[in-house]
């Protein structure tokens, strides 16, 4: 019998859309026009996408089908009962409520349960989750573990919070922390998963300190398939199995259906508490919709049902890591620094490694992102102090690591897109001396990074 080591797409394509080759020049005046942020450039004067892994998949047929089926009406329609049961048997929460992308989820709990003065402790906060905490006057608390905040570190499960923190956290401030979030996988971090010991861990402190505790619950299944191939014992399972049992130890979550329920938009809030449901419920019909829809169409409500079956079936799993794994490796072979080991959905460089003669107030993150796009019409994020360096007084501070993060689509790009995308960094990493930073001229107090302006440094 033949044992083969080629990991293929586990998929055929049937539907493709061009992409657009365009000159450097063009996207040299692309970039000026806008501000030097690549949020503000039209999508298609990008060739290979890489800004975000959100809302960006490719939908199965199954889920193209399933959205003929929408029932579109208002109040209590079909494709509720089929969303809601699919979310139910996932994790085993009493109440579900959809919305329309994960943040409407944040929103609608931080608004409902939080209050000015308080404290979220998290593996660490995506920037919309710290930005709904920070709204409501209180504190976002990143407890990641110390193997987290190091890039070259390898850890098998680098996205663990660090218990002892948790604890003393819950020790001091303890009053003041309605509950605890854990990040699966933490994006912030790298994309890198949490393992089920951590989150039993987490369940005994949130019993003995009586805290609820929340799964930012994301890219559950690929952190369900990251504790399958490397936690002790698990290998045998099943990624539902294993993401059932994930869920088991929280009493709720946030959730974009937008990674890992495979669709194009949605989202959901899940908890077990009848007063807080309430209390979320009555804050959704307010802004999102009725609580059989949240903002959904009956069709969306389908295809992230339909989604959430596919996500955790383990060719599809094997086939995500393997991929984000074979770009890592790449640039690991070619000295790039990367965070390691690879993370479940992006590839994150170390722009602040690659780029030493740009300190972090001048935005190397920024820099490596404009280069990419100028050079090879990739566009990547920067998850770094643009992102994270601005204090809520106002002043601004570098965050831990200053990151671009290549994110990769699901079941969008083929290996060739992937080969090109690993030349192209090779390629810009090799002109790194060349590269200036840049400074913010325009910028919104609140998630700058979505739409401030730049301009370059002198060189
Ligand atoms: C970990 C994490 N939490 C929350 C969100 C917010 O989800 P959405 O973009 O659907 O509002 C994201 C989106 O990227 C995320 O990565």
């Not at 689509?409 to 810009?428: F, K, N």
Request: aromatic share 8%.
């Amino acid at each position: 019998m033949l044992h083969f080591k080629t990991i293929i797409e586990p998929f055929r394509i049937k539907s493709v859309e061009a992409v657009k080759f365009t000159r450097r020049e063009d996207r040299e005046r692309a970039l000026v026009e806008a501000g030097y942020n690549v949020f503000r450039l039209h999508a298609e004067d990008v060739l290979i996408d890489l800004l975000t892994d959100s809302g960006t998949g490719a939908m199965s047929a199954a889920q193209w089908g399933a959205i003929m089926q929408g029932d579109e009406s208002y109040a209590g329609s079909r494709s509720f009962y089929r969303f809601r049961d699919v979310v139910q048997d996932l994790t085993g929460y009493r109440h579900i409520i959809p919305t329309h992308q994960g943040r409407a989820a944040e929103r609608i709990l931080f608004h409902s349960v939080l209050e000015e003065g308080e404290v979220v402790p998290n593996n660490n906060h995506f920037d919309t989750t710290r930005a709904n905490v920070e709204v409501e006057d209180a504190e976002a608390r990143d407890l990641v573990i110390p193997e987290g905040r190091v890039p070259s570190q390898i850890h098998p499960f680098k996205g663990n919070i660090d218990l002892a923190a948790l604890e003393r956290t819950l020790d001091r401030d303890g009053a003041r922390v309605p509950l605890v979030m854990v990040t699966v996988t933490n994006n912030t971090g790298g994309g890198q998963p949490v393992s089920l010991e951590n989150l039993r861990g987490v369940r005994k402190l949130c019993d003995r300190y009586k805290k609820p505790f929340f799964l930012d619950a994301c890219r559950f299944a690929e952190n369900a398939y990251f504790i399958k191939i490397r936690e002790e014992g698990q290998g045998g399972r099943t990624p539902k199995e294993i993401a059932q049992e994930m869920f088991s130890l929280a009493d709720g979550c946030t959730m974009s259906a937008k990674k890992d329920g495979l669709a194009n938009i949605g989202g959901f809030l899940a908890l077990n508490d009848d007063t807080w449901a309430e209390r979320c419920r009555n804050l959704l019909i307010l802004t999102e919709g009725f609580p059989t829809y949240g903002g959904l169409a009956g069709y969306d409500l389908e295809a992230v049902a339909r989604g959430l079956e596919e996500v955790v079936e383990e060719p599809y799993l094997r086939y995500r890591i393997r991929s984000i794994e074979y770009l890592h490796e790449r640039l690991v072979a070619a000295d790039v620094p990367v965070i390691r080991p690879a993370g479940g959905h992006a590839v994150y460089i170390d722009a602040r490694a690659l780029l030493p003669h740009i300190p972090p107030l001048s935005y190397p993150g920024i820099a490596l992102v404009n280069a990419l796009y100028v050079e090879a019409g990739i566009r990547g994020v920067e998850i770094g102090t643009v992102m994270f360096g601005r204090q809520p007084d106002g002043t601004e501070k570098a965050p831990a690591m200053d990151l671009v993060r290549l994110a990769i689509p699901r079941r969008v790009y083929t290996q060739s897109h992937i080969d090109y995308v690993a030349e192209a960094v090779i390629g810009v990493a090799g002109m790194k001396d060349r590269l200036r930073g840049y400074r913010i001229t325009k910028a919104p107090a609140m998630l700058r990074h979505f739409t401030a302006l730049f301009e370059p440094l002198p060189a």
